[in-house]
């Protein structure tokens, strides 16, 4: 079953460094790429970078760019992993550098809709 891995930095946490090393970040991937589990997977630019898009009942658009004042959590990445249940899902968030330093790793199934 594939679940995704979503890395939230601690919101007050320096962008430049969420408790852990680029080379914990490396060891990391190899892990996870060694294993075989590994199904995708990317790091996000700094939220300055963000447009949100929202679109009212009326059909009319709003975007708002950068930093969205009411967000706590950052997105800082992500992995998709195909591995048997959540508990092992579990203890791979539990082993990503992302869980460090106040941040956390929420861990959701990625739903299998039928095709066609």
């Given amino acids: 079953m594939k679940y995704m891995l979503l890395i939230h930095?601690?919101?007050d946490a320096d962008p430049n460094d969420f408790g852990c090393t680029p080379a914990d970040w490396m060891a990391f991937d190899k892990a996870v790429h060694e294993a075989g589990i590994f199904a995708s997977g990317e790091s996000l630019q700094d939220l300055v970078t963000a447009t949100t898009v929202r679109v009212s009942q009326t059909g009319e658009r709003t975007i708002t760019d950068g930093p969205f004042a009411e967000t706590r959590e950052l997105l800082g990445g992500y992995y998709v992993i195909d591995v048997p249940?959540?508990?092992v899902a579990l203890d791979w968030a539990a082993r990503c550098p992302g869980s460090r330093g106040g941040g956390g790793v929420e861990v959701r199934p990625v739903a299998?809709?039928?095709q066609g």
Avoid: G, K, T
């Fill in 9 to 11: 930095p601690a919101p």
């Fill in 85 to 87: 249940d959540l508990d």
């Fill in 112 to 114: 299998d809709y039928p």
